[in-house]
């Protein structure tokens, strides 16, 4: 803050304001006169705010400080929460608004009287689009962005010019050294013309060789222009070229490629973009908003000391505590047999890990892809701009991409079939529902009908007589077919029972010895479970105590290194401290009448006799103000006897004159009536 007040008093001592401000004086202003300051640094950016801000309201002076400022693209420090404080202190003036506004001013005045010349042309007007649908209005606003891009144009060709590094005074040089040049020359044209004088026919000559000339140059010119067209046959023949492999390619493209593959491709790139829309980027966007928000509540929070820090470490080694505990409580209650759910679970989760991961891989695939884009339209336009000519693109990387892409449309193919037989399956269902709607209203009307007529039940009736008879005619038939066939299958059956026992035989002998092995290996991995859960979760316990226990130490030796810098840091303060005392002391009493009046005593010491002074003198002009208020009251009380009176005088006066203007026109009237 020092230095910022510092540069401050530095900047308005100079030129153009002069202030004769000290550290003391600058800081002991009033909010009105710091104002008057800051208003007068805008008037030297923009003449337009030169004005004393005492004949205007302070909300005006505040609205158009702000506009200013934000016309020269001043941000005020804090965050947005601030604004209306900033507003505040600008209205009232306080020290913390004003200063650092001083302060960002005065290091840039040449830069912002620049910005706010260019804004008065450059700043557009606000016009609603209401109006500009009128011809008029819009005709005008249009030659007024036209004035505007001429302005741009304009003031760039003028910087261009005071930037080029030409001067008058060169130019007045090189014209001297011109002139200087000329006389010889002219007196060697002139020898010349003697010289050729003397023969017979130098006119024809002359004019043969300006002829000469003359042709020369127009073989220079056919020649240049014989180049440009070979530079441009070229470039054509290399457009041509690239052309040509790019319709080959995409006619191979299009070979393999159909309506029905492209409609593919394009649902699949919906698919992938809207899964990048609705599921990852959302969840993205939701756990980086709630890294600011605990940012931003860490930032609000006070700063923590010692004790805090204790009482967390604490209430976090009892939260790992539980946890431990609740998790061997799991471990020792959860069975993985019966849990039929948990296989499904880790597919579902392995999927999802999956799917994120091929997420993040298309994105950071179509990131690289979009910078080698970039680059490639930077290096070929680097290429255009040193040699004129364009660079041909990587057609190998196409038919690469056209060959992956043939690769991948049977797997699109067949999603693609998947995809219509659920939607075939969506339209059925929905198709189902419609009927058993209307079959159900339509029973209803009939039973309604029914009852009407005295017949209810006749329909249900009827229907349930056509099924059973059906059934037993089917059931009658199936009998008739299926008797035969019994006595064939039985056969069969019996044969192939024969045949499977006499080959299982062996097998089954096996079995059993195999099955009491079992019996007991299960009932050792049991034991060998148990003995394992145990161990694991006794294992798991000691790990997290011995991580409490490294993050407790690591946290301590952290305390311990900052406490460690704070120690350094306070004592290289205290040592400059020291050291400024010693100066002050060395100044203090030295010899040297100009090294004691550099020492802060003695600063301090003339400042404190300067406003003593000044005090002084305030009390005499205030004594001499109570000694003559008595007299002056009286001189003014009698002042205002005489306004008074004189007041008096002139309504008597003009009372006087209406009484003989009317007077008069009384006269008048009579007169008149007299002559009738």
Not at 28 to 41: A, F, G, K, R, T
Not at 441 to 462: C, D, H, P, R, W
Not at 633 to 643: F, I, P, Y
Request: proline share 2%; hydrophobic share 35%; glycine share 4%.
């Amino acid at each position: 803050m020092s230095e910022q007040l510092k540069l401050i008093v530095e900047q308005l001592n100079k030129d153009p304001f002069r202030k004769n401000f000290n550290l003391i004086t600058f800081d002991s202003l009033e909010p009105m006169h710091l104002l008057q300051i800051l208003n007068d640094v805008l008037a030297e950016v923009d003449p337009k705010h030169a004005i004393d801000i005492r004949e205007e309201m302070p909300e005006q002076t505040a609205k158009r400080m702000c506009a200013l400022l934000g016309m020269l693209k001043y941000k005020p420090p804090g965050n947005q929460s601030d604004l209306s404080g900033f507003r505040q202190g600008l209205v009232v003036g306080s020290k913390p608004a004003v200063h650092p506004i001083l302060h960002w001013l005065l290091q840039r005045v040449p830069e912002l009287k620049k910005r706010a010349y260019l804004a008065r042309f450059l700043v557009k007007l606000d016009v609603p689009a209401e109006f500009l649908a009128d011809d008029v209005i819009g005709d005008t606003y249009h030659q007024y962005e036209e004035l505007v891009e001429g302005f741009k144009t304009n003031h760039k060709e003028c910087e261009q010019l005071r930037t080029s590094g030409f001067s008058t005074a060169e130019i007045r040089r090189d014209i001297g050294a011109m002139e200087e040049e000329k006389g010889p020359l002219i007196k060697r044209v002139e020898r010349l013309k003697k010289r050729v004088e003397s023969v017979s026919n130098h006119q024809q000559m002359l004019e043969q060789a300006r002829q000469l000339r003359v042709e020369k140059k127009r073989e220079e010119h056919l020649a240049h222009q014989k180049q440009e067209q070979k530079n441009q046959l070229f470039q054509a023949q290399q457009r041509l070229q690239r052309l040509q492999q790019q319709l080959k390619d995409m006619r191979h493209a299009a070979a393999d490629a159909s309506p029905d593959s492209l409609m593919k491709r394009l649902e699949e790139e919906i698919k992938i973009n809207s899964y990048m829309v609705s599921e990852k980027l959302p969840k993205e966007l939701e756990v980086l908003k709630r890294t600011v928000q605990y940012l931003q509540k860490v930032a609000s929070e006070p700063a923590m000391g010692h004790g805090d820090l204790l009482e967390l470490r604490d209430k976090i080694k009892g939260v790992d505590m539980q946890i431990n505990h609740l998790i061997e409580k799991k471990m020792m209650r959860s069975d993985p047999i019966d849990d039929k759910l948990t296989l499904y679970r880790q597919q579902a989760s392995i999927i999802i890990r999956k799917k994120e991961a091929k997420a993040e891989e298309l994105q950071e695939a179509r990131e690289e892809l979009a910078a080698a884009e970039r680059e490639l339209t930077h290096r070929t336009s680097q290429a255009l701009a040193s040699n004129g000519e364009e660079v041909v693109r990587g057609d190998e990387l196409k038919r690469l991409v056209v060959k992956l892409r043939s690769k991948g449309t049977v797997y699109k193919k067949k999603r693609q079939e998947i995809a219509e037989l659920k939607a075939e399956y969506g339209v059925l269902q929905r198709t189902e529902e419609i009927l058993k709607q209307r079959h159900e209203a339509v029973q209803e009307k009939l039973q309604t009908m029914e009852a009407e007529k005295g017949i209810s039940g006749y329909s249900n009736t009827q229907e349930e007589l056509e099924r059973v008879s059906a059934i037993k005619s089917e059931l009658d038939e199936k009998k008739g077919r299926t008797l035969d066939d019994m006595s064939e299958m039985v056969k069969q059956l019996n044969s192939m029972i024969v045949e499977k026992k006499s080959a299982l035989a062996p097998i089954i002998k096996e079995l059993r010895s195999l099955r009491q092995q079992c019996q007991v290996l299960n009932q050792e991995h049991e034991e060998k479970k148990s003995q394992y859960e145990s161990c694991g979760a006794g294992l798991e316990s000691n790990r997290s105590k011995l991580e409490q226990e490294v993050k407790a130490l690591r946290e301590e030796t952290a305390q311990e290194e900052n406490r460690y810098h704070y120690i350094n840091c306070k004592s290289e303060i205290t040592e400059m401290q020291i050291q400024r005392a010693a100066e002050e002391m060395k100044a203090y009493v030295s010899s040297d009448v100009q090294e004691r009046k550099r020492a802060i005593r003695e600063v301090y010491m003339k400042n404190i006799a300067e406003q003593e002074l000044l005090g002084k003198k305030l009390r005499e002009k205030q004594k001499m103000v109570r000694e003559s208020h008595s007299a002056n009251m009286e001189q003014m009380k009698m002042w205002q006897d005489l306004e008074q009176l004189m007041e008096c005088k002139r309504q008597c006066f003009i009372k006087v004159q209406n009484e003989a203007s009317v007077g008069q026109v009384i006269q008048e009237g009579g007169e008149d009536r007299l002559v009738l």
